[in-house]
């Protein structure tokens, strides 16, 4: 039961830093994004558009890691 406890505490804390980095990388997407638009040279808006992207695909990846690690632990624990 303690160890139950304690593995618990433990996911919850891997969904929160997962959370947290899916957060930064979205971010980091629109904060690119936005820059791209501000900048006057084509290659500079170019790079900076599949950095965004390349970020943003990052994100929705971890994502549907997290969505399905959530999913995974949910069925395990209610099987129990």
Do not use: C, H, P
Not at 4 to 27: Q, T
Not at 61 to 76: D, E, H, K, S
């Amino acid at each position: 039961m303690v160890l139950r406890r304690a593995w618990e505490k433990i996911a919850m804390k891997i969904e929160s830093v997962a959370a947290a980095v899916i957060l930064i990388f979205v971010f980091v997407a629109f904060y690119l994004s936005l820059l791209s638009l501000q900048t006057v040279d084509e290659v500079a808006r170019r790079n900076l558009l599949i950095s965004a992207t390349g970020s943003f695909v990052i994100a929705l990846i971890l994502f549907i890691f997290l969505i399905f690690y959530v999913g995974v632990r949910r069925a395990f624990s209610e099987e129990r």
